[in-house]
């Protein structure tokens, strides 16, 4: 929550900051996002214009989750840009409105996470997920087989073993 009684409603007149704040709970998706209690760094610039005040700034933040493929721990630096304007009065449904002044820049800060986020975080665009046998990461291990693959000089053999006996 920012006062923004400091501007006193007079267009132009704006106020810098440039602070760390504890990240909310849930900022972010299930499968991404930034921990709570970890640090956000913003910068933040409130304008007072003719109806409202404008929030401009950045957020940095480190976004933690894992990969939808092969469940490894993902992380990524995130840096979100946002603008946004807080009507004195008469917000309407997708509008934002100060209350008592103060800005509540948390839902804000949620939409651009969420944006900036990858929906399906991969430890690597090629990532070849686990395998459908044991769940070994086969990233870790391409090469492993469960003997399915069978050399073609011993299939008619197999082909012999597994013929229903008469
Ligand atoms: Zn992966
Ligand atoms: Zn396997």
Known sequence: MFDTLVLGRRPGTEK??????????????DVFGVPEGSPIELELRLEAVMDGVLATGTASAHAVGECVRCLIGVESDLEVDFQELYLYDDAGEDELELEDDLLDLEPVLRDAVVLALPHNPLCDPECPGLCPECGVRLADDPEHTHGEAIDPRWS??????????E
């Open 16 to 29: 810098s900051y440039d602070l760390v704040l504890d990240a909310p709970a849930d900022l972010g998706l």
């Open 156 to 165: 008619a053999l197999t082909q012999l073993t597994e013929r229903p006996e």
